[in-house]
């Protein structure tokens, strides 16, 4: 839910909701309004019959997945190793990669309040290069 940063109070209407709600910010189109998304509630449905294989500690690490990202359902993600193509061929994911844990490393680590989704984007890529990075250096340092 989005809120704002600094209170925590939301900052959109819900149903119900008879008086204002109020985002700091500036000027006409309030820019720079540091609001930021907040995880509350997570309810997940799981169809038995669609699991296809896979196993509870895949389903563990894809639900966590899910549950902490805005995930597209329709998005791509056969080029990457990660745990959200387990439907494809749970043989081949094996649980959360290294790229799903630097992914969510990034998002969680970027600066949340969304004044510029390209500036958090870019935040975020760069989080996963130091990521990888650091990856590879320690893999050069094993013996």
Do not use: C, H
């Given at each position: 839910?989005?809120?704002?940063g600094?209170?925590?109070?939301?900052?959109?209407?819900?149903p119900?909701?008879?008086?204002?709600?109020?985002?700091p910010?500036?000027?006409?189109?309030?820019?720079?309004r540091?609001?930021t998304?907040?995880?509350?509630?997570?309810?997940?449905?799981?169809?038995?019959?669609?699991?296809?294989?896979?196993?509870?500690?895949?389903?563990?690490?894809?639900?966590?997945?899910?549950?902490?990202?805005?995930?597209?359902?329709?998005?791509?993600?056969?080029?990457?190793?990660?745990i959200?193509?387990?439907?494809?061929?749970?043989?081949?994911?094996?649980?959360?990669?290294d790229?799903?844990?630097?992914?969510?490393?990034?998002?969680?680590?970027?600066?949340?309040?969304?004044?510029?989704?390209?500036?958090?984007?870019?935040?975020?890529?760069?989080?996963?290069?130091?990521d990888?990075?650091k990856?590879a250096?320690?893999?050069?340092?094993?013996?």
């Amino acid at each position: 839910m989005p809120v704002i940063g600094v209170t925590g109070e939301r900052a959109i209407r819900m149903p119900g909701d008879t008086g204002l709600i109020l985002v700091p910010g500036e000027g006409l189109v309030n820019a720079g309004r540091p609001i930021t998304d907040s995880l509350s509630k997570v309810i997940i449905i799981v169809d038995a019959d669609q699991l296809r294989g896979a196993t509870l500690p895949q389903l563990g690490d894809y639900i966590a997945l899910v549950s902490l990202l805005q995930v597209d359902p329709d998005g791509d993600t056969r080029a990457f190793p990660t745990i959200l193509n387990l439907f494809d061929d749970p043989q081949v994911t094996p649980g959360l990669s290294d790229w799903d844990r630097s992914y969510l490393a990034s998002l969680y680590n970027a600066y949340p309040e969304r004044v510029n989704p390209w500036d958090q984007a870019a935040a975020m890529a760069r989080g996963i290069v130091r990521d990888k990075r650091k990856t590879a250096r320690q893999a050069d340092e094993q013996p």
